[in-house]
């Protein structure tokens, strides 16, 4: 698996520091990876709302289906689907009432190259690879003077590369 981020020419930072946090940072998103996959698919039934939720971060749809009939639907960002201008309310009801649940089927693209990956996440990336790089194995904090610095334990993300995350975010919890 080849890392998706390099390291700037003159960096110290090594291919097994990106690896891990590009790691760290899929984790964060809640995926296995942030590499690209084709063809991921998923299925469920959409509510009154229109709007579906998905798994993993698209970066675009290739095929919708409402009850089995194909359907277009707008993503709204990285994790939700909106197909709400074709759910109907259901027994006989007014706009905005309970529609009956539909059951959906997308196919969509998540992931990135290399070549294709956001700025944001290419950042994030870089300054968890340095924040990692910079914390000296099994040390908390330490000070000389009046100048102290405590480091965030291995594994967390600094408030900074949480900033560059949040348009990809999920949604839920």
């Excluded at 698209?58 to 709400?84: E, F, I, K, Y």
């Excluded at 759910?87 to 539909?102: F, K």
């Excluded at 944001?120 to 968890?128: S, T, V």
């Amino acid at each position: 698996m080849a890392n998706l981020v390099e390291a700037p020419a003159g960096s110290p930072l090594t291919a097994e520091q990106l690896a891990a946090a590009e790691a760290l940072i899929a984790a964060h998103l809640g995926v296995t990876t942030l590499e690209r996959r084709e063809g991921v698919s998923e299925s469920g039934t959409v509510g009154s709302s229109g709007l579906i939720a998905l798994v993993g971060p698209a970066v675009s749809v290739q095929a919708v289906t409402l009850s089995g009939a194909p359907a277009a639907g707008v993503l709204r960002n990285p994790w939700t689907l909106d197909v709400s201008g074709l759910i109907r309310p259901g027994y006989g009801g007014m706009w905005g009432s309970t529609a009956l649940p539909v059951p959906y089927t997308v196919t969509y693209t998540a992931g990135w190259t290399a070549e294709d990956l956001p700025p944001g996440l290419r950042q994030a990336i870089l300054l968890a690879a340095q924040y990692g790089a910079a914390v000296p194995v099994g040390l908390k904090a330490e000070s000389m003077g009046p100048v102290s610095k405590t480091y965030t334990e291995p594994g967390t993300i600094s408030a900074d590369v949480l900033a560059l995350l949040r348009p990809w975010l999920p949604l839920r919890v």
